[in-house]
């Protein structure tokens, strides 16, 4: 009798262990993606490629639009650079003709050609900058002398001797001034 008590035992544990071995295969089995999951799983990895290649082109494009940009500002500052004694001079010639009996014909001339600059100058997007009695600003601004003047604003402009010029945020050339009380 001692025999048969100790078969159902054993056969209790092999009826264990079968049921272990089933459900570690059941386990394994929902481990185990099928080919539709693989596929999912590629298509993602695919997409996440695509969508950076697509953020890498943008980011290309943007930068090279940007480079471009600044290349036109550059030419063109270049350029302005070269006629900027031509307008500073007509400015000069102007001042020195207001008051004196001059040929009427020769100072609307003169004051026609400054004109035309100064539509060309928009044209390309120059702008002069600094007038008297706007603050001074050391990035916009050459101070040639510092004068004291009670009459004037601290750190203010009481005089220019050359306008300055812009595109946009780039200065072309720095405007030379006098700065009162600084």
Do not use: W
Not at 158 to 182: C, E, L, P, T
């Amino acid at each position: 009798m001692k025999k048969e008590k100790k078969k159902p035992e054993v056969e209790e544990t092999e009826k264990v262990t079968e049921a272990e071995e089933t459900a570690e295969e059941a386990v394994e089995e929902a481990k185990e993606p099928t080919a539709e999951e693989k596929l999912q799983e590629e298509l993602k990895v695919e997409k996440e490629k695509y969508i950076r290649l697509y953020a890498e082109y943008d980011n290309y494009r943007k930068r090279t639009s940007a480079e471009k940009l600044q290349i036109y500002d550059d030419a063109t500052a270049h350029a302005v650079k070269e006629l900027l004694p031509i307008a500073d001079s007509l400015t000069q010639a102007m001042a020195q003709f207001e008051g004196k009996e001059i040929p009427e014909e020769f100072m609307k001339g003169v004051e026609m050609i400054a004109a035309q600059l100064k539509t060309s100058f928009e044209k390309l997007k120059v702008e002069p900058f600094c007038e008297v009695g706007d603050t001074f600003d050391p990035e916009k601004h050459n101070a040639v002398s510092i004068i004291e003047d009670e009459s004037l604003p601290e750190n203010s402009i009481s005089a220019v001797y050359q306008k300055g010029y812009k595109i946009g945020d780039k200065i072309i050339r720095h405007a030379m001034v006098v700065v009162a009380n600084a």
